[in-house]
């Protein structure tokens, strides 16, 4: 690696709905620039985890360094900051934007401008960054540049007169776009006087050499061997190891201002290096860390029990390890008398949730039912004290509270107009309050509802994509918390109250949603030799009640000529059903019993 | 495990006139005119047939049963059938006590065809009945009416076929209770010394699959069936005849000897398209076309299957074992698989022996453990679910 004049160097990242084409576009960049050669293309490159190739998002963001021969004959080191593709994740994008100096837009053009992108490319503009438009997929039929441009224009506010026409897939308008990142966004300021402030945009573990930390240095330069501190968590390593992503990691000596790279130094947890701390130098301190550091909060909470009790002590290794790369999820034991022994998870939001989740029982072969999410309420009790609640079993009887507040979220959708009716009976059933509604062009309204965020992390977002055939997307942002009338819904199966079933709801709702989840618990719990009530109860008094009919018969007549493989298979099959059920009192009760709640239709 | 050669062996005819509408059997439809000597169909199976019992005989032991069944064997011209019979006489040999048993519908044979029978050493037959209700009878697709079946008794009677049995059908579409009792009271004054009696399976790729849903009417509820179920057992102990199997029903000393090899966890060869055989730790199912079938025994009828592991084994003994009246034996299971997974089967067995669903019983000194009838059996594979939970490694 050469030292380069900071002149000579530009940050971006890259700023897109899922499905729009950046991982492609990042990796078309990777080969251009010959940073990766082209046998160890893999198809987006900058993903790295299964999950996330799998499902063709961006989940932990990734950097990459390029050097690129401009037309003025002088080479440019490109850092691209990649950003991850998720509301649950929008902390992580600030953070990496702040890293920059330029986002590159790119915008299907056979479909225009998102709710998420649209977010993005503000915290963009308010991050004072350049930001350059393009037009993704030019190639396919139904791709319409012109209409989308002057959606840009319109909905965002960037002028489109020179922008880039692109498809990555097919490599066209590639050269295009790095030359206007080298033309377009500024190089950056020449600070690297100043004592030493650099950003940490992600960090991840790694087994061998402790937390891998990745930073963009904005003042002063760093070197192998320095001392560090990290301003925000107050802990001081010296750096083992300091190099460059390209994206392979490369070692080199020293980093100066306006660099991207990536340290070692024998951090035991990405708690103690989170996302936004800024680092500086022991000796040389900066006065002020970086602005804009917070740290990420988990919003959602489910349990999650292991469906053999003998797998607790797995699954807490397991949420170790996990934890050790996740500074933002938090667990802590929970004892369910329904579940036995399990661990209370936070999570940033449902995606998060579910790769977690999903993590556990893939990388760890844990089998777990994951109790309905639920968010953090406030409850004051008569003694006038504040509890936070993140677990419906838990809530203090009526008579010992004098309220409970929850969170309330601000919730953008984008959609085309004829969807606006439905989507707005949808939030006013999920208690939403009207607040605004922008017409963007013809095929692009805006609205905007304040929800409580319990409604949302149910299904909100699959009923909005089923609503709207996929065509409205949305972004969401905590606004606070409000009081309301709230219950607490329990679940009495074969007359013993399921903690891990209960939930909270408004008042106005208890009853119809206590008549669905019974009903749905009675087609998903599998019928016994015995009559199971199923009954939804606020307090003592019940509010709905079902009855599963006992399973009197349950028997093959025959089997026929000897051939017993169908039968057996039908009953090792049965087995497995069995395997992954939980047992209540003498009742079996499969695990999407436990998200029942989530699949009431209102 | 047991090393021995098979003495029991199943021949699949495949023939059918049409096929009914609970049947996902493989057959082969032929049509309402009767099968031609002639007919090349059947010359080439029967053809591949024996060339399978050659590929595959082993000449150890002679056969103790043979069960010829369906399809339809009685379609098949007797002289078909002798070739058959000659051929495993010649390449397994038969004992001179073997049960020799032939599936056998109304309105496919005549008074001529079943002396031939006796002459070629077919002991056993086992008519095909479902219901004596013509309406059912139709709904069901059967190609005979409930006077096909009277005249195919009194055949049987005049060939003086003493070891006979009646099939019949419960859990069909509109059937009643009415319906029910009133077709076991017709087979009890028939007065066969062998009753099957059969909860209907609604299989998804049928015709009744694709038409009903599983107890949604017209299939009559799981209740209603349990009854029938029930009313069968009363009924037919009451006439003495023994509940020997979950349906099956027999006279003293009229138990189907080669059905029993199956549920006693046995050896038996399989000949024939889509027949199932076990021996030298191998289940193997034939291909289930014709042609798949022919293309098979033209490459040497090779069984290239995995073997069985010691799991599977206990598995199926459990399984089929526990159809039977008498249960397994545990003492035998904790000899061959040790007393750690006899325990095991009695703890998880424990809460259905609480609800006298499941017991157990000492008689010279061997332990059993068997399924109480009729409520143990009406709910067999709840039981041996929870066994497989258990016990499945």
């Given at each position: 690696?050469?030292?380069?004049?900071?002149?000579?160097?530009?940050?971006?990242?890259?700023?897109?709905?899922?499905?729009?084409?950046?991982?492609?576009?990042?990796?078309?960049?990777?080969?251009?620039?010959?940073?990766?050669?082209?046998?160890?293309?893999?198809?987006?490159?900058?993903?790295?985890?299964?999950?996330?190739?799998?499902?063709?998002?961006?989940?932990?963001?990734?950097?990459?360094?390029?050097?690129?021969?401009?037309?003025?004959?002088?080479?440019?080191?490109?850092?691209?900051?990649?950003?991850?593709?998720?509301?649950?994740?929008?902390?992580?994008?600030?953070?990496?934007?702040?890293?920059?100096?330029?986002?590159?837009?790119?915008?299907?053009?056979?479909?225009?401008?998102?709710?998420?992108?649209?977010?993005?490319?503000?915290?963009?503009?308010?991050?004072?960054?350049?930001?350059?438009?393009?037009?993704?997929?030019?190639?396919?039929?139904?791709?319409?540049?012109?209409?989308?441009?002057?959606?840009?224009?319109?909905?965002?506010?960037?002028?489109?007169?020179?922008?880039?026409?692109?498809?990555?897939?097919?490599?066209?308008?590639?050269?295009?776009?790095?030359?206007?990142?080298?033309?377009?966004?500024?190089?950056?300021?020449?600070?690297?006087?100043?004592?030493?402030?650099?950003?940490?945009?992600?960090?991840?573990?790694?087994?061998?050499?402790?937390?891998?930390?990745?930073?963009?240095?904005?003042?002063?330069?760093?070197?192998?061997?320095?001392?560090?501190?990290?301003?925000?968590?107050?802990?001081?390593?010296?750096?083992?190891?300091?190099?460059?992503?390209?994206?392979?990691?490369?070692?080199?000596?020293?980093?100066?201002?306006?660099?991207?790279?990536?340290?070692?130094?024998?951090?035991?947890?990405?708690?103690?290096?989170?996302?936004?701390?800024?680092?500086?130098?022991?000796?040389?301190?900066?006065?002020?860390?970086?602005?804009?550091?917070?740290?990420?909060?988990?919003?959602?909470?489910?349990?999650?029990?292991?469906?053999?009790?003998?797998?607790?002590?797995?699954?807490?290794?397991?949420?170790?390890?996990?934890?050790?790369?996740?500074?933002?999820?938090?667990?802590?034991?929970?004892?369910?008398?329904?579940?036995?022994?399990?661990?209370?998870?936070?999570?940033?939001?449902?995606?998060?949730?579910?790769?977690?989740?999903?993590?556990?029982?893939?990388?760890?072969?844990?089998?777990?039912?994951?109790?309905?999410?639920?968010?953090?309420?406030?409850?004051?009790?008569?003694?006038?004290?504040?509890?936070?609640?993140?677990?419906?079993?838990?809530?203090?009887?009526?008579?010992?509270?004098?309220?409970?507040?929850?969170?309330?979220?601000?919730?953008?959708?984008?959609?085309?107009?004829?969807?606006?009716?439905?989507?707005?009976?949808?939030?006013?059933?999920?208690?939403?309050?009207?607040?605004?509604?922008?017409?963007?062009?013809?095929?692009?309204?805006?609205?905007?509802?304040?929800?409580?965020?319990?409604?949302?992390?149910?299904?909100?977002?699959?009923?909005?994509?089923?609503?709207?055939?996929?065509?409205?997307?949305?972004?969401?942002?905590?606004?606070?918390?409000?009081?309301?009338?709230?219950?607490?819904?329990?679940?009495?199966?074969?007359?013993?109250?399921?903690?891990?079933?209960?939930?909270?709801?408004?008042?106005?709702?208890?009853?119809?949603?206590?008549?669905?989840?019974?009903?749905?618990?009675?087609?998903?719990?599998?019928?016994?030799?015995?009559?199971?009530?199923?009954?939804?109860?606020?307090?003592?008094?019940?509010?709905?009640?079902?009855?599963?009919?006992?399973?009197?018969?349950?028997?093959?007549?025959?089997?026929?000529?000897?051939?017993?493989?169908?039968?057996?298979?039908?009953?090792?099959?049965?087995?497995?059903?069995?395997?992954?059920?939980?047992?209540?009192?003498?009742?079996?009760?499969?695990?999407?019993?436990?998200?029942?709640?989530?699949?009431?239709?209102? | 495990?047991?090393?021995?050669?098979?003495?029991?062996?199943?021949?699949?005819?495949?023939?059918?006139?049409?096929?009914?509408?609970?049947?996902?059997?493989?057959?082969?439809?032929?049509?309402?005119?009767?099968?031609?000597?002639?007919?090349?169909?059947?010359?080439?199976?029967?053809?591949?047939?024996?060339?399978?019992?050659?590929?595959?005989?082993?000449?150890?032991?002679?056969?103790?049963?043979?069960?010829?069944?369906?399809?339809?064997?009685?379609?098949?011209?007797?002289?078909?059938?002798?070739?058959?019979?000659?051929?495993?006489?010649?390449?397994?040999?038969?004992?001179?006590?073997?049960?020799?048993?032939?599936?056998?519908?109304?309105?496919?044979?005549?008074?001529?065809?079943?002396?031939?029978?006796?002459?070629?050493?077919?002991?056993?037959?086992?008519?095909?009945?479902?219901?004596?209700?013509?309406?059912?009878?139709?709904?069901?697709?059967?190609t005979h009416n409930v006077k096909d079946i009277f005249t195919a008794i009194d055949l049987i009677k005049q060939a003086n076929i003493k070891n006979f049995s009646i099939d019949l059908i419960t859990g069909l579409p509109h059937q009643t209770i009415e319906h029910c009792q009133h077709s076991l009271e017709t087979a009890i004054k028939i007065a066969p010394p062998h009753i099957s009696c059969y909860d209907l399976v609604l299989e998804p790729v049928t015709a009744f699959g694709k038409q009903y849903q599983p107890g949604e009417t017209p299939l009559p509820t799981d209740e209603t069936t349990r009854k029938m179920y029930q009313l069968t057992q009363q009924l037919l102990t009451q006439q003495g005849y023994q509940h020997y199997e979950i349906s099956n029903y027999a006279q003293t000393g009229y138990q189907c000897r080669h059905n029993r090899i199956y549920w006693e966890n046995k050896y038996y060869y399989g000949f024939g398209m889509s027949?199932?055989?076990?021996?030298?730790?191998?289940?193997?199912?034939?291909?289930?076309?014709?042609?798949?079938?022919?293309?098979?025994?033209?490459?040497?009828?090779?069984?290239?299957?995995?073997?069985?592991?010691?799991?599977?084994?206990?598995?199926?003994?459990?399984?089929?074992?526990?159809?039977?009246?008498?249960?397994?034996?545990?003492?035998?299971?904790?000899?061959?698989?040790?007393?750690?997974?006899?325990?095991?089967?009695?703890?998880?067995?424990?809460?259905?022996?609480?609800?006298?669903?499941?017991?157990?019983?000492?008689?010279?000194?061997?332990?059993?453990?068997?399924?109480?009838?009729?409520?143990?059996?009406?709910?067999?594979?709840?039981?041996?679910?929870?066994?497989?939970?258990?016990?499945?490694?």
């Amino acid at each position: 690696m050469t030292d380069v004049p900071v002149s000579r160097i530009r940050n971006f990242s890259i700023i897109a709905h899922i499905d729009h084409g950046k991982s492609t576009l990042a990796d078309r960049m990777l080969q251009v620039t010959k940073t990766v050669a082209q046998r160890e293309m893999k198809e987006q490159f900058l993903d790295n985890m299964d999950l996330e190739r799998e499902r063709g998002i961006t989940i932990k963001l990734q950097a990459a360094r390029m050097n690129y021969t401009a037309k003025d004959g002088e080479e440019y080191v490109l850092n691209l900051i990649d950003t991850p593709g998720h509301v649950d994740f929008s902390y992580e994008v600030s953070r990496s934007l702040a890293a920059c100096e330029g986002a590159l837009l790119v915008v299907d053009s056979s479909q225009g401008v998102e709710a998420q992108t649209l977010a993005n490319v503000y915290l963009a503009i308010e991050n004072e960054l350049e930001v350059i438009p393009v037009l993704n997929k030019i190639d396919l039929p139904g791709s319409e540049p012109e209409r989308v441009a002057s959606e840009i224009e319109e909905v965002v506010g960037l002028d489109c007169t020179d922008i880039i026409k692109a498809s990555a897939k097919a490599g066209i308008g590639v050269d295009d776009i790095l030359e206007s990142i080298v033309q377009k966004v500024p190089p950056p300021e020449d600070t690297v006087d100043k004592p030493l402030r650099a950003l940490i945009f992600d960090s991840y573990y790694d087994a061998y050499r402790g937390v891998i930390v990745y930073f963009r240095v904005m003042d002063g330069e760093v070197k192998k061997g320095d001392k560090v501190r990290l301003m925000a968590s107050g802990k001081e390593y010296e750096i083992d190891e300091l190099g460059v992503l390209s994206p392979n990691q490369i070692e080199i000596d020293e980093l100066h201002a306006g660099e991207v790279g990536y340290f070692a130094a024998a951090i035991k947890t990405v708690e103690d290096a989170r996302v936004g701390d800024t680092i500086t130098l022991v000796q040389t301190p900066a006065e002020e860390p970086l602005p804009g550091y917070t740290e990420a909060k988990p919003m959602v909470f489910c349990g999650l029990f292991p469906t053999d009790s003998d797998q607790y002590s797995d699954l807490k290794d397991a949420l170790e390890k996990l934890k050790l790369n996740d500074a933002a999820l938090s667990y802590e034991p929970e004892t369910s008398s329904a579940m036995g022994f399990g661990f209370r998870c936070g999570f940033l939001g449902l995606l998060h949730m579910e790769i977690v989740q999903e993590r556990l029982e893939r990388e760890y072969n844990l089998e777990l039912i994951t109790t309905a999410p639920s968010v953090i309420y406030r409850v004051t009790t008569t003694e006038d004290e504040v509890l936070e609640i993140d677990n419906p079993s838990l809530l203090p009887d009526p008579q010992k509270r004098t309220k409970i507040e929850e969170p309330y979220i601000k919730v953008e959708i984008i959609t085309p107009e004829n969807f606006v009716g439905t989507l707005m009976e949808l939030c006013q059933t999920c208690r939403g309050e009207f607040k605004d509604m922008k017409y963007f062009t013809l095929n692009r309204t805006c609205l905007i509802y304040e929800l409580p965020l319990a409604e949302v992390v149910t299904d909100f977002f699959d009923r909005m994509k089923s609503r709207s055939r996929g065509y409205a997307s949305m972004e969401y942002q905590l606004i606070g918390y409000r009081e309301n009338t709230l219950v607490k819904l329990d679940v009495l199966v074969n007359k013993d109250k399921v903690d891990a079933l209960s939930t909270i709801v408004h008042r106005d709702k208890a009853y119809y949603v206590g008549r669905a989840l019974t009903e749905k618990l009675k087609e998903l719990i599998p019928r016994h030799q015995f009559k199971v009530p199923i009954q939804a109860s606020i307090g003592a008094k019940v509010i709905a009640s079902e009855h599963i009919p006992a399973l009197r018969k349950d028997v093959l007549a025959k089997c026929y000529g000897g051939d017993i493989s169908r039968k057996k298979k039908l009953l090792q099959k049965q087995a497995k059903g069995k395997k992954r059920m939980k047992a209540i009192g003498t009742v079996d009760v499969p695990q999407e019993a436990f998200m029942a709640v989530l699949k009431i239709d209102s | 495990m047991i090393y021995h050669n098979p003495t029991a062996a199943y021949i699949h005819i495949p023939f059918c006139r049409r096929r009914c509408y609970y049947c996902d059997f493989a057959i082969s439809v032929v049509g309402d005119a009767p099968l031609q000597n002639s007919s090349t169909m059947v010359a080439d199976y029967v053809d591949h047939l024996c060339q399978e019992i050659k590929l595959t005989a082993i000449k150890n032991e002679p056969l103790q049963t043979i069960f010829f069944g369906g399809g339809t064997p009685s379609l098949l011209p007797v002289d078909k059938l002798a070739t058959i019979l000659t051929t495993i006489k010649q390449y397994l040999g038969i004992a001179s006590n073997a049960e020799i048993s032939l599936e056998i519908d109304p309105g496919t044979f005549d008074k001529k065809q079943l002396q031939e029978y006796l002459s070629l050493g077919i002991n056993r037959v086992s008519l095909g009945v479902q219901t004596f209700d013509s309406k059912l009878l139709e709904i069901c697709g059967r190609t005979h009416n409930v006077k096909d079946i009277f005249t195919a008794i009194d055949l049987i009677k005049q060939a003086n076929i003493k070891n006979f049995s009646i099939d019949l059908i419960t859990g069909l579409p509109h059937q009643t209770i009415e319906h029910c009792q009133h077709s076991l009271e017709t087979a009890i004054k028939i007065a066969p010394p062998h009753i099957s009696c059969y909860d209907l399976v609604l299989e998804p790729v049928t015709a009744f699959g694709k038409q009903y849903q599983p107890g949604e009417t017209p299939l009559p509820t799981d209740e209603t069936t349990r009854k029938m179920y029930q009313l069968t057992q009363q009924l037919l102990t009451q006439q003495g005849y023994q509940h020997y199997e979950i349906s099956n029903y027999a006279q003293t000393g009229y138990q189907c000897r080669h059905n029993r090899i199956y549920w006693e966890n046995k050896y038996y060869y399989g000949f024939g398209m889509s027949a199932a055989s076990y021996f030298n730790d191998l289940r193997f199912n034939r291909p289930g076309t014709r042609k798949t079938y022919y293309d098979w025994v033209q490459k040497g009828a090779i069984i290239n299957v995995p073997n069985l592991t010691k799991n599977d084994y206990l598995l199926e003994t459990l399984m089929l074992g526990l159809r039977l009246v008498e249960g397994v034996s545990l003492s035998q299971i904790a000899k061959n698989f040790g007393e750690q997974t006899k325990a095991n089967i009695l703890t998880c067995l424990k809460p259905y022996s609480e609800q006298n669903l499941v017991v157990l019983e000492n008689q010279k000194g061997e332990t059993r453990l068997k399924l109480i009838d009729p409520e143990g059996f009406l709910i067999s594979n709840t039981i041996l679910a929870t066994l497989f939970e258990k016990l499945e490694v």
